[in-house]
């Protein structure tokens, strides 16, 4: 089996899995004031140390949780919060289109409680621009949350100049940065943003981890209730092993991330040029976003048909989004930018990892001619 889904998750390094297995051997809760406590709480820190090192930022700044969803779901739910508990009354939230639905659901739940959405549109190459931003901004714009790098496509937003307007407006900033890490290069301080979210297995870290980033002199209250871990703003027995495999796997991802883009960049070339005799195949990623992702339509094939074979010809990929698997429904960000439902739902994601070989692109290009033609009528 060729693995092709490493925007989904990157499978876990060896590294990784040999710092989990080091701190899940450990019995104490990091809480806890005894020694076997405390050498928990060391692995903790240390863990977290590593992912501020690697973001550059302050340890302090970085709030360790579940994941992405749960990091994305925190910033919307919490600046809501905090705008209600100060005006009263609900407010206006700026968002996109093609967000993850982690950011889309939350907002979507929000729109159901009164508060006034913006949901950007992008261009033909799923991109916003700040004076787009600027045109929607209010006296009671609450927050605006704009994603770094897509999921489905790879576009790269211009994160800090949509922060610099968010900014001259006092609107605090959040980005899903979650596929940046180890493959885009970042800067949250240049960048002005005021949070940030991340998923530890989009980087060879474990699953069910990740990190809000809360710049300095930025509010964001609990969602949750319960204890006083993580400064009070995540309440619950942190997953010490989860956060030290996390800080050792984005150590290393960091430390090679020239080296990786360009070899991401290599290799989707050659997956391009290997792919280009299919009939009719169009491309839907930009040329200048993450080199991780290719995504491409195969216009009049049944979309499950091509996913299946694929499957059975060895090749993991993905329809869309991990969190649409096992579904044909149509992908929201291809139709936001002007693809047909029957062209969406015809559609691959294609996505790369530092372990992958020009071989297994090879074989995936000519995997997809097989199924191209298998699953067109």
């Known amino acids: 089996m060729i693995y092709l889904d490493y925007a989904a998750t990157h499978p876990m390094t060896p590294e990784a899995l040999a710092a989990y297995a080091e701190a899940a051997a450990l019995p104490g809760n990091p809480a806890s004031v005894h020694v076997a406590g405390q050498a928990a709480r060391e692995r903790l820190e240390e863990g977290r140390a590593r992912v501020a090192d690697a973001l550059g930022v302050d340890p302090r700044t970085l709030i360790a949780n579940g994941g992405g969803t749960e990091g994305d779901n925190h910033v919307l739910l919490g600046a809501a919060r905090l705008w209600e508990e100060q005006h009263g009354r609900p407010g206006h939230l700026v968002t996109t ?35 787009q931003l600027a045109e929607v901004l209010r006296g009671n714009t609450a927050l605006v949350s704009i994603h770094h790098a897509n999921n489905e496509l790879g576009t790269v937003q211009a994160t800090a100049a949509l922060a610099a307007v968010a900014a001259a407006y006092g609107v605090p900033y959040h980005t899903d940065a979650v596929q940046a ?36 002199g930025s509010e964001l209250p609990p969602v949750t209730l319960g204890g006083g871990q993580e400064g009070g703003l995540r309440p619950g027995t942190q997953n010490t092993a989860g956060v030290y495999a996390a800080g050792v796997a984005l150590t290393h991802a960091a430390a090679r991330r ?20 299919i009939s009719g195949l169009r ?18 094939a049944d979309g499950e048909a091509l996913l299946m074979n694929l499957d059975l010809l060895g090749i993991s990929a993905s329809a869309g989004s991990a969190c649409a698997a096992g579904t044909m429904q149509a992908s929201h960000v291809l139709t936001a930018i002007g693809l047909g439902e029957q062209d969406a739902r015809a559609s691959l994601r294609f996505s790369f990892g530092r372990p992958t070989t020009p071989a297994e692109v090879e074989t995936a290009a000519d995997a997809l001619r097989q199924a191209a033609e298998f699953s067109r009528p």
């Open 97 to 131: 289109q093609t967000e993850h639905s982690a950011v889309l659901a939350p907002a979507r739940w929000l729109s159901a409680q009164g508060w006034d959405v913006t949901f950007l549109p992008p261009d033909r190459e799923g991109r916003y621009v700040p004076e």
């Open 283 to 300: 491309v839907n990623h930009p040329g200048d976003g993450s080199p991780k992702i290719a995504s491409v339509t195969v216009p009049g």
């Open 181 to 216: 890490p180890g493959v885009l290069p970042l800067d949250l301080t240049g960048w002005g943003v005021s949070f940030a979210t991340f998923a530890a297995h989009k980087w060879g870290g474990p699953r069910g981890v990740g990190f809000v980033y809360v710049r300095r």
């Open 258 to 277: 020239e080296e990786t883009f360009a070899h991401l960049t290599a290799l989707r070339a050659r997956f391009m040029d290997r792919a280009a005799s």
